[in-house]
């Protein structure tokens, strides 16, 4: 029941930069320095860059996170139609549906795009590994939807 913005402060207490996050505070310190900033004023500055990443991956967490215990409510959902004879597992196919935007993971999910399976069949990602529903990577925002024959 709580928002990502609102998980993302407390993801923020309990993690920290990744290293390539790491690597680019680095090298935004050493850029202010040798452009001559002060090393007090480099420091206030480097200080809220970090955090402005920290908070960018907290909220890439929390976001991710999300949408994961989204799809997989929605799983436990349709096993419990199933397993009430609701769904025939013989003419009901689940299909990967992408969100077709500027976001979109080009090798993972995009050539995903409809592809259909059996209710118990994992999904094939575009780099070749087994999932059996969203999320493939982080900030992964697809879905998957029922067919019917």
């Not at 999932?131 to 067919?147: D, E, K, N, Q």
Request: net charge negative; proline share 6%.
């Amino acid at each position: 029941g709580v928002s990502p913005d609102r998980l993302a402060p407390r993801i923020m207490q309990v993690v920290g930069l990744r290293t390539d996050q790491v690597l680019a505070v680095e090298r935004f310190r050493a850029r202010l320095l040798s452009d001559g900033v002060t090393p007090d004023r480099a420091d206030a500055r480097v200080a809220k860059y970090a955090e402005a990443q920290l908070r960018s991956r907290a909220t890439l967490i929390s976001r991710t996170e999300m949408v994961d215990t989204a799809n997989a409510g929605q799983n436990e959902l349709w096993n419990a139609a199933r397993g009430a004879g609701d769904l025939d597992p013989e003419t009901t196919r689940r299909t990967w549906i992408v969100t077709p935007d500027d976001r979109l993971d080009l090798v993972v999910c995009e050539p995903m795009d409809g592809q259909e399976v059996k209710l118990d069949e994992p999904f094939t990602t575009g780099d070749g590994r087994q999932i059996m529903r969203p999320t493939a990577h982080p900030a992964c925002r697809c879905g998957v939807g029922l067919v019917f024959s």
